[in-house]
T-cell receptor, first 113, second 115 residues
Framework: GNSVTQMEGPVTLSEEAFLTINCTYT??????LFWYVQYPGEGLQLLLK?????DKGSNKGFEATYRKETTSFHLEKGSVQVSDSAVYFCALRLTGGGNKLTFGTGTQLKVEL | EAGVTQSPTHLIKTRGQQATLRCSPI?????VYWYQQALGLGLQFLLW???????NRGNFPPRFSGRQFPNYSSELNVNALELEDSALYLCASSSQGFSPNQPQHFGDGTRLSIL
């Protein structure tokens, strides 16, 4: 079946540190890939997406590149801020997969001063 | 533009009761999705509606049901509530429902608590 695996959290970083959150996937076809962010008490916000191999999604200083050869979509940011503290979800969506998003378990990020 | 709106924000019920959750999609979006975010279980797909029809259903019992209205808003109904139904229920919408490239945009959810 289709699945997404994310690194365990929480990830605790100092402000201005470099962030990587690993995400790998298993899929029977060629999925579209997404990163969502959830702030405390809120729903999910789309952070970025990539729809085919070698695409790079980017938004608000965050980036992720769709790597078909390693089935990965790692999230990176060069310099995190306290306001980036949230839970980050990696997700995939397949044509013919009933259009649902399949999510990873989420990675909590805590950024400290 | 207004985002996805869900009501109520919080809902408290007792075992055996029925709950109705509501969702209004982003204007112009024809697809609505429901997800359950339960503690320890992550985000699980519940239902997908497009143009008033149920298009896909996740691995949930039949007491979870819903519908989509002509204005594309949607209701999720949960009958015979059980303690394990306590969760955050998230609604999302998208345009071009059958395209996996179109992102789903989420509301802030309804927190359902079963006493």
């Amino acid at each position: 079946g289709n699945s997404v695996t994310q690194m365990e959290g929480p990830v605790t970083l100092s402000e201005e540190a470099f962030l990587t959150i690993n995400c790998t996937y298993t899929a029977t076809g060629y999925p579209s890939l997404f990163w969502y962010v959830q702030y405390p008490g809120e729903g999910l916000q789309l952070l970025l997406k990539a729809t085919k191999a070698d695409d790079k999604g980017s938004n608000k200083g965050f980036e992720a590149t769709y790597r078909k050869e390693t089935t990965s979509f790692h999230l990176e940011k060069g310099s995190v801020q306290v306001s980036d503290s949230a839970v980050y979800f990696c997700a995939l969506r397949l044509t013919g997969g009933g259009n649902k998003l399949t999510f990873g378990t989420g990675t909590q990020l805590k950024v400290e001063l | 533009e207004a985002g996805v709106t869900q009501s109520p924000t919080h809902l408290i019920k007792t075992r055996g009761q029925q709950a109705t959750l509501r969702c209004s999609p982003i204007s112009g979006h024809t697809s609505v999705y429901w997800y359950q975010q339960a503690l320890g279980l992550g985000l699980q797909f519940l239902l997908w509606y497009d143009e008033g029809e149920e298009r896909n259903r996740g691995n949930f019992p039949p007491r979870f049901s819903g519908r989509q209205f002509p204005n594309y808003s949607s209701e999720l109904n949960v009958n015979a509530l059980e303690l394990e139904d306590s969760a955050l229920y998230l609604c999302a919408s998208s345009s071009q429902g059958f395209s996996p490239n179109q992102p789903q945009h989420f509301g802030d959810g309804t927190r359902l608590s079963i006493l």
